[in-house]
Antibody, heavy 118, light 111 residues
Framework: QVQLVQSGAEVKKPGSSVKVSCKAS????????ISWVRQAPGQGLEWMGR????????NYAQKFQGRVTITADKSTSTAYMELSSLRSEDTAVYYC???????????WGQGTLVTVSS | QSVLTQPPSASGTPGQRVTISCSGS????????VNWYQQLPGTAPKLLIY???QRPSGVPDRFSGSKSGTSASLAISGLQSEDEADYYC????????????FGTGTKVTVL
């Protein structure tokens, strides 16, 4: 049974960066894809990008190109999402999820609240 | 922003049937399968339906999904109080770089 556990809440200043981790247990980490999704307060879900750890290849939603970097460390079964040049609109809960392609995202991490405030 | 359109809300009394629509385009629903997620208050989303109409293990059979052309729908039959949640449709979109798109979300209220 795959489980994803994310790092804790963060408070950041505008213009800074944040790096959120997502540690997997169960299954074979390098064999599956991890996607990142965010949800602003009271808003819907927004896909940010994904990584295939075994290939080390990531692709990103156009909206976040140049500002987001998704990486994976196979040795620790951990995926990371780093978002730079933070602004108040980036305040959101950030989720990682195992991306099963056409079969959907399952399971999800518990979410990490990132608050951007001066 | 979301490219799949859902009604903002739906409601029903316990035992009723509720249906949620999801409208997309040829580059997403028209080309790929649809997934549905349930998000209970204060929790992470959970996969409810995948590949248009398949239920993951543990999902009650009162939840069903369907797809036709560029639209999809989720039905909840025998509505229960614990079904009060937000529901999102989603699909891969093949326009430009492949990316995953979510619906606008529907809040289901059990009256």
């Amino acid at each position: 049974q795959v489980q994803l556990v994310q790092s804790g809440a963060e408070v950041k200043k505008p213009g800074s960066s944040v790096k959120v981790s997502c540690k997997a247990s169960g299954g074979t980490f390098s064999s599956y894809t991890i996607s990142w999704v965010r949800q602003a307060p009271g808003q819907g879900l927004e896909w940010m990008g994904r990584i295939i750890p075994i290939l080390g290849i990531a692709n990103y939603a156009q909206k976040f190109q140049g500002r987001v970097t998704i990486t994976a460390d196979k040795s620790t079964s951990t995926a990371y999402m780093e978002l730079s040049s933070l602004r108040s609109e980036d305040t959101a809960v950030y989720y990682c999820a195992r991306d099963r392609g056409l079969l959907g995202f399952d399971p999800w991490g518990q979410g990490t609240l990132v608050t951007v405030s001066s | 922003q979301s490219v799949l359109t859902q009604p903002p809300s739906a409601s029903g009394t316990p035992g009723q049937r509720v249906t949620i629509s999801c409208s997309g385009s040829s580059s997403n629903i028209g080309s790929n399968t649809v997934n549905w997620y349930q998000q209970l208050p204060g929790t992470a989303p959970k996969l409810l339906i995948y590949s248009n109409n398949q239920r993951p293990s543990g999902v009650p059979d009162r939840f069903s999904g369907s797809k036709s052309g560029t639209s999809a729908s989720l039905a909840i039959s025998g509505l229960q109080s614990e079904d009060e949640a937000d529901y999102y449709c989603a699909a891969w979109d093949d326009s430009l770089n492949a990316h995953y798109v979510f619906g606008t979300g529907t809040k289901v209220t059990v009256l």
